[in-house]
């Protein structure tokens, strides 16, 4: 089996790394990309084709692993010499996910949970075909969540709603907690209830947020422009909270 992969970045470097099989060969190009990229291709000791566009053609899998932004354009551009599965894993909208199934047959629509460069992030997919990427689960944990392309995208926000709210009220207890001299209090009480790593947690998560406060708040817009017809009375506080 051939899985082509459009970038080589985190995502499908790591995939790389951790499905080792026999009956899989895995395959990119350099067509276009920068220095680093092309560096880590070489490194990686994956084959590698002239263009994309024989990537896509020679794929039983063809991987996008791009960014946000060019997802649509690299499955407008690839999608159509895909003749097997085509995964999408891009942080993008369901309504992006929905545009490309307009235009990819086969579309599996995938969400990475956990920290990338892990070993054990887990793969959600969403879709008919999902069923053709079950496999993968020998290698990743990977789980389907329903025959409908673009549910993969909505649980990956509705976790971001949940982790980016949470973040923002942590931000601002823990600024209380110091303000009141109570800090390690603060975190003792709360690892009663939501266990051991949770001081350890907690900072890692708010230094996160405060370094990337501009991407979480953007991810955050994000969320509520999809899930306008809902109440995100929660969700519009904490996008408030990190734009100040
Ligand atoms: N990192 C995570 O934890 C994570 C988790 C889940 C999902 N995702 C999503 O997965 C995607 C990849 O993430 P990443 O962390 O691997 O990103 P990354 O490390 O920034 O790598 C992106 C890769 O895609 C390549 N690329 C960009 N535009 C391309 C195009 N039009 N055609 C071909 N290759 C292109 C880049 O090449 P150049 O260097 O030449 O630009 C680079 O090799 C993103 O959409 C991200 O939202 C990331």
Redesign the pocket.
């Known amino acids: 089996m051939i899985v082509g992969l459009?970038?080589?970045?985190?995502?499908?470097?790591?995939l790389f790394k951790l499905i080792k099989s026999k009956d899989m060969e895995f395959i990119t190009?350099f067509?276009?990309?920068?220095?680093?990229?092309?560096e880590?291709?070489k490194k990686s000791g994956i084959e590698v084709l002239d263009t994309?566009e024989d990537v896509a053609s020679a794929s039983d899998i063809l991987i996008?692993?791009?960014?946000?932004?060019?997802?649509l354009?690299?499955a407008l551009?690839?999608g159509k010499y895909a003749k097997g599965i085509y995964l999408d894993?891009?942080?993008?909208s369901p309504d992006t996910t929905l545009e490309i199934d307009k235009h990819v047959s086969n579309l599996v629509d995938?969400?990475?949970?956990?920290?990338?460069?892990s070993d054990n992030?887990i793969l959600y997919l969403s879709g008919k075909n999902s069923d053709g990427l079950l496999f993968l689960n020998d290698f990743i944990t990977t789980k389907k969540i329903s025959d409908n392309v673009g549910d993969a995208a909505r649980l990956?926000l509705l976790r971001s709603a949940y982790t980016k709210t949470l973040s923002a009220l942590l931000i601002e207890s823990h600024q209380i907690a110091k303000t009141c001299n109570l800090e390690d209090e603060f975190f003792d009480a709360l690892t009663l209830t939501e266990g051991n790593d949770f001081k350890e947690k907690s900072l890692s998560r708010i230094n996160n947020t405060l370094n990337s406060s501009k991407r979480k708040s953007e991810e955050l817009e994000e969320i509520i422009d999809y899930f306008d017809n809902n109440d995100l009375t929660m969700v519009r506080a904490a996008l408030k909270k990190l734009n100040r």
């Open positions: 459009i970038g080589f970045g985190k995502v499908s470097q790591n190009s067509e276009g990309r920068s220095g680093e990229t092309i880590a291709i994309f996008s692993a791009t960014s946000p932004k060019s997802a354009d690299v551009k690839y894993l891009n942080n993008i995938g969400a990475i949970i956990g920290k990338i460069d992030p990956k």
